[in-house]
């Protein structure tokens, strides 16, 4: 659904996306920076270029983005935070240019991290005080430095580690309960966390997971967490999934304090709106005295003040 704030003729405006595995949120924005309209869509991955296949899911979404914002307005610049983008620009920007109207001189790319620092302290100036841990899909920690370099801890992808994300959740949790179908068959009956999981894959049997595990895209199968969250009131296991998702997530944050030095710590991402156990399960394997802060991470809208700055300034590309 569009939420739109935009009323008479349509100005000129800037766009920003925040593309995660699960959901890709965007928002427009006035050259003052006035937030215009906002919206999302599905989630998608810079990784989804390397494939045939998914080039053809990536470029449907970015035609399910570009429709929603199109009504909303015509933005004149664009600047994206991509999950597992790696600097790359093509075919990227030309794709996003492409689905908008925009030459791909409009279009600056990023990873979702460097935004969601960006919203996470103040956008704009020279040094972003503070350190982020950002646990959705994936997993990442993240600071910036004096001179504006990002340093990252984690954020290694799901097949390596992503420790504490919604992947990783969903991985343990379907771990769990097919080892326990090995030894007792059956034993899925007795288990509310095998039931819920279940229940989102579609079926009880070893053909329904594995042709959901590897059909899914990475966010699909990552969205698995939510059946282990709500189990947790019942299942002893999967609440100790979840505090286990904790403390991989307090690891990330603890080497960057060891190497950065303790500085306030912004904790982000749909991971922690999961279940309350997964932040106080995190906090407690923090560092005495650090001074930590939950915050709803609006990437998005930081993203679209970032495209206005851009173009409001003399040389900002038109569009195409």
């Known amino acids: ?43 998608f991955s810079a990784l989804q270029a390397g494939t045939r296949a998914g080039q053809q899911a990536l470029r449907q979404t970015l035609g399910e983005l570009a429709q929603q914002v199109l009504a909303a307005g015509q933005p004149l610049r664009v600047h994206a935070g ?28 990023g990873t979702d991290v460097e935004i969601a620092c960006l919203d996470a302290f103040a956008l704009g100036e020279g ?47 379907l771990r769990t309960i097919w ?14 966390l095998a039931r819920e999981v279940f229940e989102h894959v579609g079926g009880t049997h070893w053909d329904d997971s594995r042709a959901f ?17 709500a189990a947790a009131s019942t299942d002893p296991v999967a609440l100790q999934l979840l505090q286990e998702a904790g403390r991989e997530l307090a690891r990330l944050a603890r080497i960057l304090v060891q190497r950065f030095g303790p500085r306030p710590l912004v904790l982000a991402g749909r991971v922690f709106d ?6 106080q399960a995190c906090r407690a394997e923090l560092p005495g005295g650090l001074a930590v802060q939950r915050r709803h991470n609006h990437a998005h809208r930081s993203a679209a003040r970032l495209a206005a700055r851009a173009l ?9």
């Open 1 to 43: 659904m569009i939420a739109s704030s935009a009323t008479g003729p349509r100005a000129a405006s800037a766009l920003g996306i925040d593309a995660g595995g699960t959901r890709t949120r965007w928002a427009l924005a006035s050259t003052s920076g006035e937030l215009l309209a906002e919206g999302d869509v599905p989630g």
């Open 82 to 109: 991509i999950t597992g983008y790696g600097g790359r620009r093509e075919p990227m920007a030309g794709w996003l240019g492409e689905a908008l109207h925009l030459g791909a001189d409009a279009v600056a790319l």
């Open 127 to 173: 040094h972003l005080q503070g350190h982020l841990l950002l646990a959705g899909t994936g997993s990442i920690a993240a600071h910036v430095d004096a001179d504006g370099r990002l340093h990252r801890v984690g954020g290694h992808g799901a097949i390596v580690d992503d420790g504490g994300s919604g992947y990783w959740i969903a991985r343990r949790a």
């Open 179 to 192: 080892r326990g179908e090995d030894e007792e068959p059956g034993a899925w009956q007795r288990s509310a």
């Open 213 to 229: 595990v590897y059909g899914a895209e990475r966010g699909e199968v990552g969205k698995l967490a939510l059946a282990v969250a």
């Open 274 to 279: 999961l279940h309350p156990a997964i932040e």
């Open 312 to 320: 409001a300034a003399p040389t900002a590309p038109a569009a195409a």
